[in-house]
Structures are given as C-alpha cells and as structure tokens.
C-alpha cells in the first residue's frame, strides 16, 4: 500500500487511463479528490469507492469543464476545504482536438487543445506547488503521450500541447529541485480511448493512413489501458521515485522499474528529457 496516507488530485477520471490511474491509486490507500466533467460517473465512482475505504482513506469529487477559466479555483479551493495538504497532482485530463492539416483545422477547436490540454495543467501545477510546499514536498505527474517526442503530422494541436507540456515539466522540475517536490510526464502507450475513437472516425483522409491503421489496431487490441502505465502512475506518486524528477518516461518502454539502480547517471545526464539533435549526434562530423 505504497500511498497510505497520501492526498492526491487526478484530472479526467470519468473514462479510460484516468479512471484506471484512480482505481489504482485507490487500492494503494491514497486519498483521492476526483475531476471530471460527468457528475453521473464521479458519483457511480465516488459510491464504488466508498463500499473500500480503509480508515481514514477518503473520496472527494468535483464536476468541472477544464475548458472554463475557472476550473483552477473550483478544484482548488474545494479540496482545500477537506485536505490541509496535498501531496500529488495527476494532470491526466486531455482532448484529441481537430485531426487535420493544420490550416484546414477549426482555429477554435485548436485553441481549446492548447486550454484543455496545456493551459489547465499549468494552472493546476501554479496552483498546486504552494500547497505542496507548505507540506513538505509533492509529487506532480502529468500525462504526455503521443506527439510529445517527434512530429505526428495532421495532430498539430494535440502534438504541440504535449510537446509544450512535457517541456514546462522538465521547467517546472529544475524550479522545484530545493523544494522536494518531483514533477515528470509519462507516455503511457497506445490506448482504447477518445482519441483512438476520434482517429477512426476522422478516416485515413484527415488522419493520415498510418495514424489510421495505428488506431484500427489499438482498437483491435484486447488490453484498453496498459497496465504497466497504471503502475508507472503509482510508483511516480510514491516515495519510491523520489530521485526522479524532470523526466518524460515511456510506461512500455523504459525499465521504469529498474532506475533506482541508475540514481546517479540519471541525475547528472540529460536522459528521458526533450533535446536538440547535433550532427555529432549522429555520427556526422559538420555543423
């Protein structure tokens, strides 16, 4: 029961990645304070909940669109209300947004991505860092995945908030060193969720055919959720990773499980961080 006692927020827990990381979390004994935008599955997940609480393990909810301007204070200042500290932030919450060459995509649609999927996270982690503070430290894991690390052409919105999210992270983390408090992104690997759903419905036209075929074959796939991200979730939350921070890790992967062998050569190199590539990257000798 790695987090006993712990207080943690999860963004998104209503379907899919983030309800798994919640029932997880959950039967770790952690405290959870639940976001989602449908009032009818937090409380459906709020009363499961409920029926296997240990002592003192609570399950608070809040109904909140990300996309609003005030969805930071409403989550905020409500679990202030029950929780004199925090000690975990799980930014999971996140949209497709529009599938397409970026200039035939709906410029509103784009800038509610960048809103939903890079905005409200930031908000939440500015929001968050004092309060972990003044407990003695934190943990913050925010949810990248694909896009973060390379191009994904015809995902322009998605690819570039991830992109930004996992490079404020990296920020975030070198702001925090003194602070105790970690902060990394993980790539959970291919899913069955809203985006998959969203990829096939947009066609190989919009999506692109390997984007296309990519998501046929998730769906086809027997295992919705892998579980070696859920578990990722949970050990980044415990005090079992307490030497990681800054880091952008892969749940399929990264020997993940392994790193505390590697404490040192992780902490001194730039490993599992975003990088411009120089041809003697390479093996090239100009430029």
């Known amino acids: 029961m790695i987090l006993a006692g712990k207080n943690i927020i999860i963004t998104g827990v209503s379907r899919g990645f983030g309800l798994h990381i919640a029932q997880a979390m959950w039967n770790n004994k952690a405290s959870l304070f639940l976001v989602a935008r449908s009032a009818q599955s937090l409380e459906a997940l709020q009363k499961e909940f409920a029926k296997s609480a240990h002592p003192g393990q609570q399950v608070h909810t809040v109904v909140v669109d990300l996309k609003l301007p005030e969805a930071t204070d409403m989550i905020i200042n409500q679990s202030k209300r029950v929780w004199k500290k925090l000690d975990g932030l799980v930014n999971n919450a996140g949209i497709p947004g529009p599938i397409g060459r970026v200039w035939e995509n709906d410029w509103n649609e784009w800038q509610e991505t960048i809103q939903v999927n890079l905005l409200a996270p930031i908000a939440l982690c500015r929001a968050c860092v004092p309060w972990m503070e003044a407990g003695g430290g934190g943990k913050i894991i925010n949810v990248s995945g694909g896009g973060a690390a390379g191009p994904r052409p015809n995902f322009s919105a998605y ?37 998959i759903e969203a990829v096939k ?20 796939g027997e295992e919705s959720v892998p579980q070696r991200a859920v578990e990722l979730c949970c050990f980044l939350a415990s005090p079992a990773s307490d030497f990681i921070t800054g880091r952008l890790i892969s749940a399929v992967w990264d020997p993940w499980e392994k790193l505390s062998l590697y ?25």
């Open 201 to 220: 419905e947009a066609g190989p036209e919009k999506a692109g055919s390997r984007e296309y075929a990519a998501a046929l074959n998730s769906l086809e």
């Open 263 to 287: 404490q040192d050569e992780l902490r001194e190199s730039d490993i599992y961080t975003l990088r411009r590539i120089v041809p003697r990257d390479r093996g090239q000798d100009w430029g």
């Open 159 to 195: 690819g570039t908030s991830k992109a930004a999210l996992v490079r404020f992270s990296e920020i975030l983390a070198h702001e925090l060193r003194d602070q105790n408090i970690q902060v990394n992104c993980i790539a959970p690997g291919s899913m069955k969720t809203k985006m």
